[in-house]
C-alpha cells in the first residue's frame, strides 16, 4: 500500500533468559529510519533488557536482531564479532544510559567527551573538534564557558545533556535511551524533552528510547511498545495505543496516570 | 479542484471493552457509512454519547475500530486507516488529513510561533515561510502579538484553544476533521474560525465536523450525517 522501503533494525522471536528467569520472551518488531520507538512499561517488565540486548550490551538467548549497516547492507547483531559490533556502536549508534556517569568520562573535559566521538569517526583537526564541541554545548544549553570544566563538576541534567551530546555529535542512525529523563527534576525534564525532541526530528535519527513515563512517550514516540512480564502486550500508533489501548495491562496503565 | 470522493467509511463499528472493569462491553455505533467528496461539510448529528467524537477520532485512526474499514485518499491513493501500519497513518496525518479539536496539547518550552508552524516545519517548509504563515493565522485568530514568543503553557483556554486552531489551519490539508474547534468562543473569534473553515471548504478540502452551536452548524454543513441510533442508548 506504501512502500516503506528496508527497515533500519529488523527484530525477530528475541528472548533473554537470567537462568531460568524470564527478561524479555519472543520480541519481534521493525524500525524504519527516522522512526522514534518507545518501550513502556513497570519496572520488571524487561524493556532494559530489551534494550541491552538490542544494542549488543547483552546476549540474548535466543533470536534474530538484523541491522541494515550504512555501507555493508544488512548484518546479524548477534552473532556479529565483538569488533564489528563495537564499530558499530562508534559510528552508527548511540547509546544513551539513565545514569550519565556511565555514558560519560566524568574525568576529562566536557569538550573531550564530546570531541572523542568526533575522533572516533576520523576528526583529528583540533581546532575543528573544539569548535564543534563549543557549538554542541550551545545546542544543549551548556555555556561555552564551560567547555574545559570536567563533567563530574555539572548538575545532573547538565551532565544527561552532555551525555546526549556525546551521542549525537555523529550523527549516528540509531540511539539506544534508558530513561532518558528518570532521575531528573521536572523543570529540567522538560527541558531535557525538548531539546531530545528538536534534535531527533532535525538529524532525523531512529530512536528506541525505554521509559516508564507515559506522558514522555506520548511526546517523542511515533510508535509505543507495552511490555509486561518479559512480553509485547501491545504495540501501535502512540496516540493510539494512549487513547484507545485494548491490552488489560495497557488499559491499567493508562488509567493510573495522575494527571495535575 | 476536484471534487473527488476523499473518505469512504463502510459497515464501522466501534465496541470499548473495559478489562479492568469487569470486562464490561460499550457499544458505541455499528453499520456505519460515510462518504464524504471534496469541497462538501459534512456534520456529524446525534445527541451526546451517539459517537459523534469517537467517529471522528477513527477516521483520525486515533481510535481503532472493532470492524469496517474507513478509507482514505492518500496522494491519489487509497488507505485503509483501520488496517494500515503506523507509518503510514502519520504520513497521512502529515499532508493529507489534519484534525482540529479545542484543546492543545502543550509542550513545555515550546513558543507559540513553533508550536503553530510546526506542520509546515515537519514537511519541509523553511523555517521563515512557515512561521510567516504562523503569524498570518494568529492575527486572523486575535491572539496578542506579544505571546507569540511564549510557550502557550500559561494562556488562557481561549487563547491556547485559537492556537491550536491556527497550528489545524497552517498547513492546506485536503481533509480536515474539526471537533468542535468554534466551541466557547466569542462571537468576533468564532467569525474568525468560521471563516478559515470556508476558505479550506471552498479551495476544495474534505470536511467532517462536530458542532454544538446550531447557528454553526446552518452556517457551515452542505450536509448533515445523523448518527445512526444504538440500540443500547
Known sequence: MMDLGPPLLSVQGMTKFYGRLVGCRDVGFDLWPGEVLCVVGESGSGKTTLLNCLNGGLEPTSGSIKYETRHEGTVEITTLSEAKRRFLSRTDWGIVYQNPRDGLRMRVSAGANIGERLMAVGARHYGNIRSEAATWLRNIEIDEDRIDDPPSTFSGGMQQRLQIARNLVTKPRLVFMDEPTGGLDVSVQARLLDLLRGLVTELDIAAIIVTHDLAVARLLGHRLMVMQGGRVVESGLTDQVLDDPHHPHTQLLVSAILTP | ?233
Not at chain 2, 469541497?39 to 451526546?48: A, D, H, K, M, Q
Not at chain 2, 481510535?63 to 502519520?90: C, F, M, N
Request: net charge neutral; aromatic share 8%; glycine share 10%.
Open chain 2, 1 to 233: 479542484m476536484s471534487r473527488e470522493k476523499m473518505i469512504e467509511a463502510a459497515d464501522l463499528a466501534k465496541t470499548f471493552r473495559l478489562h479492568n472493569q469487569g470486562g464490561i462491553e460499550l457499544p458505541v455505533f455499528n453499520g456505519i457509512e460515510l462518504r464524504v467528496q471534496g469541497g462538501e461539510c459534512v456534520v456529524l448529528f446525534g445527541p451526546s454519547g451517539s459517537g459523534k467524537s469517537t467517529l471522528l477520532r477513527s477516521i483520525y485512526g486515533n481510535y481503532k475500530p472493532t470492524a469496517g474499514s474507513i478509507k482514505i485518499r492518500h496522494e491519489g491513493k487509497w488507505i485503509d486507516i483501520v488496517t494500515a501500519p503506523p507509518q503510514a497513518i502519520l504520513r497521512v496525518r502529515k499532508t493529507t488529513m489534519g484534525y482540529v479539536s479545542q484543546f492543545l496539547r502543550v509542550i513545555p518550552r515550546v513558543p507559540t510561533l513553533d508550536v503553530v508552524s510546526e506542520p509546515l516545519r515537519a514537511i519541509g517548509v523553511e523555517a521563515e515561510e512557515a512561521k510567516d504563515k504562523a503569524r498570518d493565522l494568529l492575527t486572523r485568530l486575535n491572539v496578542p502579538e506579544h505571546l507569540w514568543h511564549v510557550a502557550p503553557a500559561t494562556f488562557s483556554g481561549g487563547e491556547q484553544q485559537r492556537v491550536n486552531i491556527a497550528r489545524g489551519f497552517i498547513f492546506d490539508y485536503p481533509i480536515l476533521l474539526l471537533d468542535e474547534p468554534t466551541a466557547s468562543l466569542d462571537e468576533e473569534n468564532q467569525e474568525a474560525v468560521l471563516g478559515l473553515i470556508f476558505e479550506a471548504r471552498d479551495r476544495g478540502a474534505a470536511l467532517v465536523g462536530i458542532f454544538h452551536d446550531p447557528g454553526v452548524r446552518k452556517a457551515i454543513g452542505s450536509r448533515h450525517f445523523e448518527m445512526p441510533y444504538s440500540e443500547v442508548a
